[in-house]
């Protein structure tokens, strides 16, 4: 008999009886401003918002805003950077990204998350290799919860979702919290209403 | 085998004071921001009690999910492989980085992977295994496992820190700042994951009806390991099943919560597919939990979603430390999993416990812990894994206390004799008890004595 | 209301003091009290060793020593806890479970059966630390516990808040357990006694002057730890400040 066999045999002989799936009932509540929520929630967890002044555009604002940056990867055609994503073969080519640029789909009020998907990297790694990360954020995109997100299509068809939450961080030693711990130091979102038709992503590359 | 005594290994872990304040603190700061979190939920305690439902329900129909989880991970392009044991899954493990020519693995942290003793494993059969959790790769690099499931090094400060990473990626021993520590994993690390021909990671969750799993850090090193090199293993235990993505909003937002303190990991990501040109295999292991699934009084215990709050809440667990369970699961969880594994050898962690409670109070998913550790601790006297001088002392104490005559006799000798406890208490000379406490002292006469006396007379 | 008194072996040996109080209290309440003079224990201390053959004997002589109450009270929740909760030993014919039903801790029965709020003879003008031990606080439910997000609640305080005089104060883990845990004190006795002294410490830095719990197990644990610390705390049983113990 394969393993596969034996341990579903082994389940159900040892299943206790059925116990009946609850319904998840519907956490509703009036949202008052979910863009004030959801940047104080970011702010939480380390991230930042950015908002250009009048008139500047969304290059130059991020150009300026990473002065140093030699590479400036972008996923999305609101953004030329100094590469395009679509120009990437090899995911390990993104080693030297020092800012990363891409269109989140949706954000989460409650928790301050964007959500992307490889639509969104391009290149997946692009949302971890990169030193610093810049998201573009249509506020009418933020959903009041994490309920409210996991109705997204999004997880029924993307090969890889995620929900990016400030940078990343850890308190390993000591409980000390360090922000920048092995992926993106820092998480930028600027709030940005996506272009009527859409945004256009590059066409996906093989990672 | 030995049996791990715990009560000794606890001594040594107080004895080093500066470290044992620490993790106390530490670890009782993580329960407070828990408190707090859950407090700023209304629904906190609905949230909890539809997580136990919802584990229960899918554990009772495991067999069911498990088949559709195979069929739409396997639809999805993944590769889903089964595992009876610990040794299977190294096995499996291991030829498919051999038919990959993979010998350089990144891989984040999994306790199942810990569990399966996969790295030595590996590493005999030359793999080069990189940890790349922060708190899991001090404790590779000290040569030990690691002490709590979400905070793996929290018994360590930074001076031990820095002078782990000094003898073993050359750091300068005596800069103990955390961020040049962190910062100085982080560039030891990074080239690993450019290099590396395969990664492995656990999973939180893995969802029946979508064929994905879900993987939440906060590092980063789980997400840079998946999407660089071109094959990713996932272990993951067969009782991580859910039925639905949409389940996921509740424990998404219970998990880090319970963990940490925090809404949510800066990192949640949902695997449903390989990357085009790449490879993605899913081991699922059994390893004992079929069996657990098949103890009445016990299967509760596979609803466990990791997230460490248990141990958070013990004040056993934070005085004593995780090594001092000796297993990869430690507190209130390893308590109740670790007898499954091996009875003898874990028989004196159920009384490494004073059934406070807390952990089943905390226990995002509602394990009944306590009243588990309560049961093994029948199931351990019934097989006679008990010390044979408590179970002598219980011995006596059933009788004497049994008897009215006798338990008379007892009480008054020791209330009028006063240097030990009643001896059908202890049957030791009891310098246990006063190694660092005063007895009571003797009063002039017992309740019963002062009741004769001045209430009633002898019937 | 005629009442059995239940005295634990430990309150029986070394704390009478806690049983005359919890008499007396229960006799000015209007209560009828016998004490079963043949009484030794509940089964405790070998149940929750797992030595359930060995504690057989004392849960049979329990159940027959208070077979026909409907009112057992005992000064101590640990015991009330076991009764109502773990005293399975036995074979669980309808008059061990009524007596079972029918034991409650000294606190429950004033709180919820007796529904006494006013203690007009009581005076206690200190400084008081509560202690609840855990199988009273989280078995019995006599409190919120800190770890639970539900509205607030606390039965021997609500009845303490009534002694004229008490100033509460807080330590900071108002309920984080003491250590004693039965044998756990002595067979894992590194553990308790610094769980022990961690306790005082937090109880004496919050200006405590005394110690008040239901809970006489907890209380011989604290005491132990707090003189061998040289800590200037005092211990009382709560039934003894009901009572109206001296100032």
């Known amino acids: ?207 | ?459 | 209301m005629k009442v059995a008194l239940f005295i634990p072996c430990y309150v029986d040996a070394f704390f009478p003091e806690v049983g005359i109080a919890t008499l007396e209290l229960l006799e000015r309440l209007g209560c009828e009290v016998d004490y079963p003079l043949d009484q030794t224990c509940c089964g405790q201390p070998m149940a929750n060793s797992g030595c359930h053959d060995d504690a057989r004997g004392t849960e049979a002589l329990f159940a027959q020593n208070f077979a026909g109450y409907d009112h057992i009270v005992t000064p101590s929740g640990s015991c009330a806890h076991h009764v109502r909760d773990q005293m399975t030993a036995i074979e669980q014919t309808p008059d061990v479970q009524a007596v079972r039903r029918n034991t409650r801790e000294l606190v429950e029965f004033l709180h919820d059966v007796l529904a006494v709020r006013e203690f007009p003879w009581a005076e206690f003008p200190h400084k008081v630390g509560l202690h609840i031990g855990c199988a009273t606080l989280r078995g019995l439910r006599e409190a919120k516990a800190s770890e639970i997000d539900e509205p607030a609640f606390n039965k021997p305080a609500r009845l303490l808040s009534a002694v004229k005089g008490i100033e509460f104060v807080q330590p900071q883990r108002p309920d984080e357990c003491c250590g004693f845990g039965g044998t756990f004190s002595v067979f894992e006795e590194p553990v308790s006694a610094k769980m022990g002294h961690d306790k005082v410490e937090d109880h004496h830095q919050a200006g405590a002057e005394y110690i008040v719990s239901p809970d006489m197990s907890c209380v011989m644990h604290q005491q132990g730890c707090a003189r061998r610390a040289g800590l200037p705390l005092k211990f009382i049983h709560i039934a003894q400040v009901l009572n109206g113990a001296p100032a």
């Open chain 2, 1 to 459: 085998m030995s049996r791990v005594d715990h009560a000794e290994a606890s001594s040594k872990f107080i004895e080093a004071k500066d470290h044992a304040d620490f993790h106390d603190k530490r670890l009782w700061d993580l329960r407070k921001k828990r408190d707090s979190e859950s407090e700023a939920m209304p629904e906190w305690e609905t949230l909890r009690t539809l997580a136990s439902a919802i584990k229960e329900h899918t554990l009772t129909h495991l067999g069911d999910y498990l088949e559709e989880f195979e069929k739409n991970a396997t639809a999805n392009g993944m590769v889903v492989h089964w595992a009876r044991d610990a040794a299977e899954h190294n096995q499996i493990v291991h030829e498919i980085l051999e038919q990959h020519h993979a010998t350089t693995l990144v891989k984040s942290k999994s306790m199942l992977t810990d569990e399966c003793e996969m790295r030595p494993f590996l590493e005999n059969r030359g793999v080069e295994i990189v940890e790349t959790d922060l708190g899991e790769r001090i404790q590779q690099l000290d040569n030990e496992p690691p002490s709590h499931i979400v905070v793996p090094a929290v018994h360590k400060l930074r001076g031990d820190v820095a002078e782990v990473f000094s003898r073993t990626i050359g750091t300068d021993a005596r800069n103990t700042d955390v961020l040049y520590l962190a910062e100085s994993q982080r560039r030891h690390t990074r080239p690993y994951y450019l290099k590396a021909q395969a990664a492995m990671t656990g999973a939180n969750f893995a969802i029946a009806e979508t064929g994905s799993f879900v993987v939440c850090t906060n590092e980063g090193n789980a997400d840079l390991g998946a999407n660089l090199p071109p094959l990713h293993i996932a272990s993951i235990g067969i009782e991580k099943l859910l039925p639905k993505i949409e389940h996921l909003g509740v424990f998404v937002r219970m998990l880090s919560r319970s963990a940490l303190g925090s809404p949510i990991t800066q990192i949640t990501s949902h695997f449903r597919a390989p990357r085009p040109g790449t490879e993605m295999h899913v081991v699922l292991v059994d390893n004992g939990r079929s069996e657990r699934l098949g103890m009445e009084d016990f299967w509760y215990s596979l609803k466990c979603i990791r997230c460490g709050a248990c141990m958070n809440t013990c004040p056993v667990y934070r005085r004593s430390g995780g090594l001092s369970y000796g297993s990869t699961y430690s507190g209130p969880i390893g308590v109740i999993i670790d007898p499954t594994f091996n009875l003898r050898k874990y028989s004196s962690l159920p009384f490494a416990s004073t059934l406070n409670g807390s952990c089943t109070s905390v226990c995002p998913v509602k394990i009944n812990i306590h009243e588990q550790i309560y049961k093994w601790r029948e199931i351990i006297a019934k097989r006679h894994q008990l010390p044979m001088v408590k179970e002598e002392a219980m011995r006596v104490a059933g009788k004497v206390l049994a008897s009215p005559k006798l338990y008379r006799a007892a009480v008054e000798a020791a209330a009028a004799g006063l240097d030990h406890l009643p001896r059908f208490i202890v049957y030791n000379p009891f310098n246990a008890w006063g190694r660092q406490r005063e007895v009571p002292s003797a009063p002039a006469s017992t309740f019963r004595q002062w009741y004769v006396k001045n209430r009633g007379v002898e019937r």
């Open chain 1, 1 to 207: 008999m394969s393993s596969r066999a034996q341990i579903l045999a082994r389940v159900r002989r040892n299943q206790p009886a059925w116990r009946a799936l609850p319904d998840i009932p519907s956490f509703e509540r009036p949202l008052v401003d979910s863009w004030a929520t959801f940047a104080s929630a970011l702010a939480r967890m380390g991230g930042s918002v950015a908002v250009p002044s009048e008139g500047v555009a969304l290059d130059e604002f991020v150009r300026a805003r990473f002065a140093q940056a030699r590479v400036i990867c972008s996923a999305t055609p609101e953004v030329a950077g100094t590469r395009s994503i679509s120009t990437v073969r090899d995911p390990a080519e993104l080693e030297d990204v020092d800012v990363g640029v891409v269109r989140a789909a949706f954000g989460v009020a409650e928790t301050g998350s964007v959500w992307l998907s490889e639509r969104e990297f391009g290149v997946n790694v692009l949302g971890f290799l990169s030193q610093h990360l810049v998201v573009l954020l249509d506020p009418r995109t933020i959903v009041p919860d994490l309920h409210h997100a996991y109705r997204h299509p999004g997880f029924h068809d993307a090969r890889y979702a995620v929900f990016m939450t400030g940078p990343s961080a850890t308190a390993d030693i000591e409980g000390v919290l360090v922000r920048g711990a092995q992926g993106i130091r820092t998480l930028t979102v600027i709030p940005v209403a996506a272009a009527a038709t859409g945004s256009a992503t590059p066409a996906r590359r093989s990672s």
